[in-house]
C-alpha cells in the first residue's frame, strides 16, 4: 500500500487506512445506495475508510453513518434534498459534490468529500453512486485558512506550510508555492500531491512525525526538493532548511504542524563542493591503506557523520591472522579489519571494535549485503527491533541503543572492479535521519577514497613483493674473511615508488684478497629489483674471472646494455635497464692495497686508523647499461686498521641538500663513530637519516682492512690505470 503523495512522512496508514492508486492519489471509498438510501454495494475501498465491512452495511440504511443529521433527507435516504434535482442525474456537465461528516466504525468522526452519481437500475431504478474521499482535519485546516493568518503568512519572506494531524499538507504560502513551483492562488491540493513528491519523505518522515509526537521543535533540519515530472521545470533542485514547530490547541493536544523554511541551495551547493574538495586534498596523501582510511573518517565527522568507520576485506591484508582462518564470535563470523575510526565522542564509544581489530559480523546483516552485493544500504531510521538482524549481535544492539544511533548509511568501497570494503557513517546527536542526498554524497566520498585506497593496496603489495625479491636476491651474510672485518646496513625507502635497486656484496678472490661491491639500480620497485639481481650475478660471475676493477667494469657495461637489447628485441613488457651506478674495491692484504674503479657512483671515503677522514680522487665513470664504457682504477696504499666506506647516494643526498653537503655530514659522523663496526653503521644511518624519513635505499659497507705481512703507517700515492 502507497502513502498519498500529498501525505507527509510520518503518516503512517492504519490497516484501515484508504487505499491508493498507482499515481499515488487516494482511491475513494466507493458505495451505492437506492432511492430509499438502503446500502446496495460497498466496496473494500469503503471499508478501509470507515472501517465497516460489508456484511455489516449491505441491505441497511446509510444515514445510520452519518455523524449528525446534516440536512433534511428526501426520501429516506442521507442525501441532501439537492440530490434530487437534475444536476444530480448526470445532466450536469460536473458531479456534484459535497463534505460529510461520517461515523467511522470506531466512533470517530471523519470529514470526506462525496461524489455523486445518479444510475439507472433494473427496471428503471434510480440508485446512486456514491465515492468518498477522506479530507484533511478541519481545525487545521480552518485556522491555517482564516483570511487574516493566510495574509500573515503570504507576507513571510519564508515557505511556510501548515500540516494537520496525519500530516497532510493543509496551507502553504505564497513563497510555499513559488518554493514548488505551484500557482499563487487557487485550490493547491491537485497540484500539491504531485509537487510534494519531490521530497525525500523517507529522510522528512521520521522529523516530522517526532515533532508531532513530542511536541519539540527542531530547527535547521534540511531537506531537498527536485522538481517532478517531465516539464520544462523538472529536475530543478531546491535544498531547504526548516523549523518545525508543533500547532496546539488551547488543553495542549496536537492541532498540525508549522514548517517555516529557508532556501539554502547555493549555500548547500558550496558547502558540498567544499567537502569534495577536501576530500582531494585530505584523503590519500599518502601509499598507507590505514592513514588513508582514517583519512576518509577524520573528514566524515562531523561534516556527514558523527561516527564513521571504515573496515577493509581480506582483499587489502592489514597483517595478521587471515581472516578466514579465525573462529566466529558471539557478534558473527570475522570479515573486516578496522582501518578507520572517527567519533565526535571521546574515546568512541560507539564501536565495539578497534582500528587494526578484526571486525565480526552477523551473517544476515546489512554489512554482508552491501559486501556482497557492491551496493549501498541506508536506513534514515534504524530498525532495531526484535525482528532486525540486531537481533544475532546483542552487544551491537546494546551498544546502537546506549549512544542513541539512530540513522545509518552503509557504503561499498570498490575499485577497478574490485572489493575493497565499507565505509559506514551515521548519526547520533545530529536529529536528521540520512537523505537520498547524503547517501550521494557520502557514495562520491567513497569513489574518491576506494582509488586513493586501491593505490595503496597495489603499492603495499609490489612494495611487499619487491623486497621479499630483494631480500632473496641480497647477500644473507657478509664475511671479510683474513682480509678485512666487515660491517653493513640495508635501509629500504618510504617512498612512493616502492623499493629501490640497491645493493652490497663482499666477494672472495684468489690470493686472499676480498673484492667489495655496492650498487644502485636506477628506479623503483619490482623491476628495479629484478635488474639489481641481474647485475649482482653478473658481477659475482665477472668477479671469478680476477679482473682489474675497470675492466670488470667494462664487462658489466656490456653485459647491462646486451640485457637491454634482448628485452627489446624479445618483445618483454619490462621497462629495460635505463641504468646504474656501482663502485668495485678490491682489498689485498699481502700489500694492503685497495683498487677503486666507479661508474657513475658516490665516492668512497676512506677512515685512517686515527680518525681522519679523506675522499681518494676516484674518477667518477659513466653509468653502467649506456655502453659509453669509460672507466679508470686508482690503487691507494692502506695502513692496517683503515675503514673503508662504500654506499649509496640514499645516504648521502635529500631533494633538499647536495652529494657535497651530504659528504661532509657522513664525515663528521664518521668522526664520532665507535671503533665496533657493527654500532658504527648504526649510529652513521642513525644520524644521516635524524632529518627525514629516508628518501632512497640506503645501502652502507664498511671493511677495516687487515694486513698479511709487516706494517706501515701511512698510505702511499694513488696510482691509476685506465680502461
Not at 247 to 268: H, M
Request: aromatic residues 4%; hydrophobic residues 40%.
Amino acid at each position: 500500500m502507497t502513502r498519498p503523495a500529498d501525505v507527509a512522512p510520518g503518516a503512517e496508514q492504519r490497516p484501515d487506512a484508504p487505499t491508493h492508486g498507482s499515481h499515488g492519489l487516494p482511491a475513494p471509498a466507493v458505495a451505492v445506495i437506492d432511492g430509499d438510501g438502503t446500502v446496495l454495494a460497498w466496496a473494500e475501498g469503503a471499508r478501509q475508510l470507515l472501517g465497516h465491512r460489508a456484511e455489516d452495511v449491505v441491505g441497511r440504511p446509510a444515514a445510520r453513518l452519518l455523524a449528525s443529521r446534516q440536512g433534511a433527507l428526501a426520501g429516506g435516504t442521507c442525501l441532501p434534498p439537492r440530490a434530487h434535482d437534475p444536476a444530480w442525474t448526470g445532466e450536469h456537465e460536473h458531479k456534484p459534490r459535497m463534505v460529510l461528516d461520517v461515523r467511522h466504525r470506531d466512533g470517530r468522526v471523519l470529514r470526506v468529500q462525496l461524489d455523486v452519481s445518479a444510475l439507472t437500475g433494473p427496471d428503471d431504478e434510480r440508485c446512486w453512486l456514491l465515492a468518498a474521499t477522506d479530507m484533511p482535519d478541519g481545525d487545521a485546516r480552518q485556522r491555517a485558512g482564516e483570511p487574516a493568518v493566510q495574509a500573515l503568512l503570504d507576507r513571510s519572506p519564508f515557505a511556510v506550510a501548515v500540516w494537520d494531524t496525519r500530516l497532510r499538507c493543509v496551507c502553504l504560502n505564497q513563497k510555499s508555492r513559488r518554493t514548488v513551483g505551484l500557482p499563487s492562488d487557487g485550490r493547491p491540493e491537485p497540484l500539491m500531491r504531485e509537487a510534494l513528491r519531490g521530497f525525500d519523505l523517507a529522510a522528512v518522515e521520521p522529523v516530522m512525525r517526532g515533532v508531532l509526537t513530542s511536541g519539540e521543535p527542531v530547527t535547521g533540519h534540511e531537506a531537498r526538493w527536485v522538481a517532478p515530472g517531465g516539464g520544462p521545470g523538472a529536475g530543478r533542485e531546491v535544498v531547504l532548511s526548516s523549523t518545525l514547530v508543533r500547532l496546539e490547541r488551547a488543553d495542549g493536544t496536537a492541532l498540525g504542524l508549522c514548517t517555516i523554511s529557508t532556501d539554502i541551495t547555493q549555500r548547500w551547493t558550496r558547502e558540498r563542493m567544499a567537502l569534495m574538495s577536501r576530500a582531494a586534498r585530505s584523503v590519500g596523501t599518502t601509499l598507507d591503506v590505514m592513514t588513508t582510511a582514517q583519512e576518509l573518517t577524520d573528514l566524515a565527522v562531523p561534516a556527514l557523520a558523527d561516527y564513521a568507520t571504515v573496515d577493509l576485506a581480506e582483499s587489502v591484508p592489514l597483517g595478521g591472522e587471515p581472516l578466514e582462518r579465525m573462529r566466529p564470535g558471539d557478534s558473527g563470523i570475522p570479515v573486516f579489519r578496522r582501518a578507520g575510526l572517527a567519533s565526535i565522542h571521546k574515546d568512541a564509544p560507539e564501536s565495539a571494535f578497534a582500528r587494526g581489530d578484526p571486525v565480526f559480523v552477523p551473517p544476515e546483516s546489512p554489512f554482508l549485503y552491501v559486501l556482497h552485493h557492491r551496493e549501498s544500504h541506508v536506513e534514515p531510521v534504524m530498525d532495531t527491533g526484535a525482528g532486525s538482524w540486531l537481533a544475532g549481535d546483542p552487544r551491537r544492539a546494546r551498544i546502537i541503543r546506549e549512544t542513541g544511533m539512530h540513522s545509518v548509511m552503509m557504503v561499498p568501497l570498490m575499485a577497478r572492479g574490485t572489493i575493497l570494503g565499507i565505509a559506514v557513517f551515521v548519526r547520533t546527536e545530529n536529529v536528521a535521519p540520512y537523505s537520498r542526498d547524503d547517501l550521494r554524497l557520502a557514495e562520491e566520498l567513497a569513489v574518491h577514497a576506494s582509488l586513493s585506497l586501491d593505490n595503496a593496496r597495489r603499492y603495499t603489495r609490489e612494495r611487499v613483493a619487491a623486497l621479499a625479491l630483494q631480500r632473496s636476491l641480497l647477500p644473507g651474510a657478509l664475511s671479510g674473511g683474513d682480509a678485512v672485518e666487515l660491517g653493513w646496513r640495508y635501509l629500504p625507502s618510504d617512498r612512493h615508488e616502492g623499493v629501490g635497486g640497491d645493493w652490497l656484496d663482499a666477494i672472495h678472490l684468489p690470493g686472499g684478497r676480498i673484492a667489495l661491491v655496492v650498487g644502485d639500480v636506477i628506479g623503483h620497485g619490482i623491476n628495479a629489483a629484478a635488474t639489481m639481481g641481474r647485475l649482482r650475478t653478473a658481477v659475482l660471475t665477472l668477479a671469478a674471472l680476477d679482473l682489474p676493477p675497470a675492466e670488470l667494469l667494462v664487462h658489466l657495461d656490456e653485459v647491462a646494455t646486451q640485457l637491454t637489447a634482448d628485452a627489446a628485441r624479445s618483445g618483454d613488457p619490462a621497462p629495460p635497464i635505463v641504468g646504474a651506478t656501482c663502485i668495485y674495491a678490491v682489498y689485498d692484504p699481502a700489500t694492503r692495497v685497495c683498487s677503486f674503479a666507479r661508474a657513475g657512483h658516490p665516492p668512497p671515503l676512506l677512515v685512517s686508523p686515527d680518525g681522519q677522514v679523506t675522499m681518494p680522487d676516484t674518477p667518477p665513470g659513466t653509468l653502467i647499461g649506456v655502453g659509453l664504457r669509460s672507466f679508470e682504477s686508482v690503487d691507494v696504499e692502506l695502513p692496517e686498521g683503515s675503514l673503508i666506506v662504500l654506499f649509496t647516494d640514499g645516504l648521502i643526498e635529500t631533494r633538499n641538500t647536495d652529494i657535497d653537503y651530504g659528504l661532509d655530514r657522513l664525515a663528521a659522523a664518521l668522526r664520532r663513530a665507535p671503533s665496533e663496526l657493527e654500532g658504527l653503521c648504526s649510529q652513521v644511518i642513525m644520524e644521516m637519516a635524524t632529518t627525514s624519513k629516508p628518501e632512497d635505499d640506503i645501502a652502507l659497507l664498511v671493511a677495516r682492512t687487515r694486513v698479511a705481512g709487516p706494517t706501515v703507517d701511512a698510505a702511499r700515492p694513488e696510482r691509476r690505470r685506465s680502461q
